[in-house]
């Protein structure tokens, strides 16, 4: 058994001083004080003074990091991709994909489900990585005219024969899409979308639940006709998130926005590309070419992903909108977990409590990452 104590745990509900987390096989067995219980015998001990345990951040929208991409043919592609992800404190993940041939599109989607059943069935080996948990599909049921970077001649108009997950509900078809998608217990997301509001409306009266970064790739809001963002912003049955790299969004709009959906519906997401955690340069993010500047990733003019990593998207939240570590934390692990309903499975909720697997990230009191925790390894 391990025993890991530290100055601060939030579980990101509760926070508990001079906490003792006891870890065995790879999950949580208990989450106390110091104050209220003894140190097992013969268990091992970890400290880290001074520090922040919290439940390993999620990240439900990233395309790739560490010059690959989270639909390229190569077998090992993942692996670079996780092993940055838990050096930014990210256990858990979800491979998104972007618009491109049908083709390519599907057989991005055999390597990515390959890739979730050979790391659900593997223990965490002595390699710290993140694990893949769903995929995230980013298009191809997208607005033309919002359709950002993804090629226009890959889009398609929903239908129930192929079904994804990002969806623009003002398309012909998309209602019923939404409809059968919610059915299935697929997460629908409203997102790359001209859509008037009553259009929105209808997509979240048919099972719409999330809404994909927010402002970006959507009819902007206008005080007469306020369009997908009037409801994404006022709706409590939709949570959103959004892209806080200072790039995306000016910092006043992330603090609007967090304070229209509050700490309960805001999920913080990276986008990253390819080239996240690498130089300037050239890179691709699916089919597209994309070149990064300055910590700008542009196709065509467009801004096309990110080079954001979610600690630094915590950091951002604490200092855009004056939020301290423990709300920010849970914008990247209870909030995500409970968008994607990962709270149906008691081991990967977002939380820190008995039962959960040990995924665990240590932070400074500012945010930084000093240590990674998966399935208890990393210790």
Same mark, same amino acid.
């Given at each position: 058994?391990?025993?890991?104590?530290?100055?601060?745990?939030?579980?990101?509900?509760?926070?508990?001083?001079?906490?003792?987390? &006891?870890?065995?096989?790879?999950?949580?067995?208990?989450?106390? =004080?110091?104050?209220?219980?003894?140190?097992?015998?013969?268990?091992?001990?970890?400290?880290?003074?001074?520090?922040?345990?919290?439940?390993?951040?999620?990240? @439900?929208?990233?395309?790739?990091?560490?010059?690959?991409?989270?639909?390229?043919?190569?077998?090992?592609?993942?692996?670079?991709?996780?092993?940055?992800?838990?050096?930014?404190?990210?256990?858990?993940?979800?491979?998104?994909? !972007?618009?491109?041939?049908?083709?390519?599109?599907?057989?991005?989607?055999?390597?990515?489900?390959?890739?979730?059943?050979?790391?659900?069935? =593997?223990?965490?080996?002595?390699?710290?990585?993140?694990?893949?948990? #769903? @995929?995230?599909?980013?298009?191809?049921?997208?607005?033309?005219?919002?359709?950002?970077?993804?090629?226009?001649?890959?889009?398609? &108009?929903?239908?129930?024969?192929?079904?994804?997950?990002?969806?623009?509900?003002?398309?012909?078809?998309?209602?019923? !899409?939404?409809?059968?998608?919610?059915?299935?217990?697929?997460?629908?997301?409203?997102?790359?979308?001209?859509?008037?509001?009553?259009?929105?409306?209808?997509?979240?009266?048919?099972?719409?639940?999330?809404?994909?970064?927010?402002?970006?790739?959507?009819?902007?809001?206008?005080?007469?006709?306020? #369009?997908?963002?009037?409801?994404?912003?006022?709706?409590?049955?939709?949570?959103?998130?959004?892209?806080?790299?200072?790039?995306?969004?000016?910092?006043?709009?992330?603090?609007?926005?967090?304070?229209?959906?509050?700490?309960?519906?805001?999920? &913080?997401?990276?986008?990253?590309?390819?080239?996240?955690?690498?130089?300037?340069?050239?890179?691709?993010?699916?089919?597209?070419?994309?070149?990064?500047?300055?910590?700008?990733?542009? =196709? #065509?003019?467009?801004?096309? #992903?990110?080079?954001?990593?979610?600690?630094?998207?915590?950091?951002?939240?604490?200092?855009?909108?004056?939020?301290? +570590?423990?709300?920010?934390?849970?914008?990247?692990?209870?909030?995500?977990?409970?968008?994607?309903?990962?709270?149906?499975?008691?081991?990967?909720?977002?939380? +820190?409590?008995?039962?959960?697997?040990?995924?665990? !990230?240590? &932070?400074?009191?500012?945010?930084?990452?000093?240590?990674?925790?998966?399935?208890?390894?990393?210790?």
């Amino acid at each position: 058994m391990i025993a890991i104590t530290a100055a601060t745990l939030f579980t990101p509900l509760e926070r508990i001083e001079q906490p003792l987390l &006891l870890v065995e096989d790879g999950f949580i067995v208990e989450v106390t =004080s110091r104050a209220c219980r003894e140190l097992p015998e013969e268990s091992r001990l970890l400290d880290f003074p001074d520090s922040v345990l919290a439940p390993g951040f999620i990240d @439900i929208h990233i395309h790739g990091g560490a010059g690959h991409d989270v639909m390229e043919a190569g077998v090992d592609a993942l692996s670079p991709v996780e092993r940055l992800l838990a050096r930014h404190g990210v256990t858990s993940y979800f491979p998104t994909t !972007v618009t491109a041939p049908l083709e390519a599109t599907l057989s991005a989607l055999v390597r990515l489900a390959d890739a979730i059943e050979a790391a659900d069935r =593997s223990p965490q080996s002595g390699e710290l990585r993140a694990r893949p948990l #769903g @995929i995230h599909l980013e298009g191809p049921f997208i607005s033309h005219s919002r359709r950002g970077v993804h090629p226009p001649e890959n889009l398609l &108009l929903p239908s129930l024969a192929a079904f994804e997950l990002t969806i623009a509900p003002e398309l012909p078809g998309a209602i019923e !899409v939404i409809t059968e998608a919610a059915k299935r217990g697929v997460c629908v997301s409203l997102g790359h979308s001209d859509a008037t509001l009553s259009a929105a409306h209808a997509g979240v009266a048919a099972g719409a639940r999330h809404a994909t970064h927010t402002f970006n790739a959507m009819r902007p809001l206008d005080h007469r006709d306020p #369009g997908i963002l009037g409801l994404v912003l006022t709706d409590s049955r939709l949570s959103a998130d959004i892209i806080a790299d200072g790039i995306h969004l000016d910092p006043a709009i992330v603090e609007l926005f967090l304070k229209a959906k509050g700490p309960d519906a805001a999920v &913080l997401i990276t986008d990253a590309t390819a080239a996240t955690g690498m130089p300037d340069g050239r890179y691709r993010l699916g089919s597209l070419e994309v070149e990064v500047k300055d910590g700008r990733c542009r =196709s #065509g003019g467009n801004l096309a #992903g990110s080079v954001l990593t979610m600690d630094l998207a915590v950091r951002n939240v604490m200092q855009f909108a004056q939020w301290d +570590l423990q709300q920010a934390v849970r914008l990247a692990t209870l909030n995500p977990a409970r968008a994607v309903h990962l709270n149906s499975g008691v081991n990967r909720d977002g939380l +820190l409590k008995p039962g959960a697997l040990a995924d665990l !990230v240590v &932070l400074s009191p500012k945010g930084e990452v000093k240590n990674t925790i998966i399935r208890g390894a990393g210790i």
